[in-house]
């Protein structure tokens, strides 16, 4: 089984800085996938970076990159350059890599970050 | 090309009454999976579709149930509701690929039940 942990339910960051959203899991696989979903009040959730176990470089994507420590099981995500739209829920998610695999995501409980003016 | 559509986006039902929500995934998207969104429980999967067939399935009593078509379009249905089954309920469809790897799932927007 899959858990993830998202220990900030609510983060605060000045418009055009910079903030990490922190995201620990654990599993037992040994593949596996890590993705951060964004989530505004209107509740699409919006896709935005993912992260493969045995990937040796860091994800990025335009202004979101993910900071991944293996052996922490830690997958942060870090926002640079905040802007106002980037108020929303924010999930950590992951889903274990293999042929045949279930492709169910298992997700954090969500922090809320509210980028201030 | 055109993202994944949930219908209706607003539902208002009374206790005892059946529900069916409906999801066209992304265009030569194969696999369509369901979530349900709660502010106590969290975003929790619910079942998944492919071809047709339900390849898997989240703990939910069998009052939730669904199914594929076979243009990939899916619904769910929920019998008996109760008050409990409040929620957001997102559709979420991926191509499969033959493998899980990196294969994302994209989200529709949701569908806001309100058991009365």
């Known amino acids: 089984a899959q858990k993830i942990t998202q220990t900030q339910p609510g983060m605060f960051v000045q418009e055009k800085e910079a903030v990490t959203l922190d995201c620990t899991y654990d599993t037992s696989d040994q593949s596996y996938g890590l993705f951060w979903y964004k989530q505004p009040s209107s509740g699409e959730m919006i896709f935005l970076i993912y992260?493969?176990?045995?990937?040796?470089q860091n994800a990025t994507e335009g202004r979101y990159s993910l900071n991944f420590q293996k052996a922490r099981k830690s997958a942060n995500l870090v926002i640079s350059a905040s802007q106002l739209g980037d108020s929303a829920m924010y999930f950590c998610?992951?889903?274990?890599?293999?042929?045949?695999?279930?492709?169910?995501?298992?997700f954090g409980s969500g922090t809320q970050l509210t980028v201030l003016p | 090309k055109a993202g994944v559509t949930q219908t209706p986006r607003y539902l208002i039902k009374t206790r005892g009454q059946q529900v069916t929500l409906s999801c066209s995934p992304i265009?030569?998207?194969?696999?369509v999976s369901w979530y349900q969104q709660t502010p106590g429980q969290g975003l929790q999967f619910l079942f998944e579709?492919?071809?047709?067939?339900?390849?898997n399935k989240g703990n939910f009593p069998g009052r939730f149930s669904g199914r594929q078509f076979s243009n990939s379009r899916s619904e769910m249905n929920v019998s008996t509701l109760e008050l409990g089954d409040s929620a957001l309920y997102l559709c979420a469809s991926s191509f499969l690929k033959g493998t899980s790897a990196q294969e994302t799932q994209y989200f529709g927007p949701g569908t806001r039940l309100l058991v009365l």
């Open positions: 998610a992951m889903r274990p890599v293999s042929s045949g695999s279930a492709r169910q995501l298992t």
């Open positions: 579709y492919f071809s047709e067939t339900q390849r």
């Open positions: 992260q493969g176990s045995y990937d040796e």
């Open positions: 265009s030569g998207h194969r696999s």
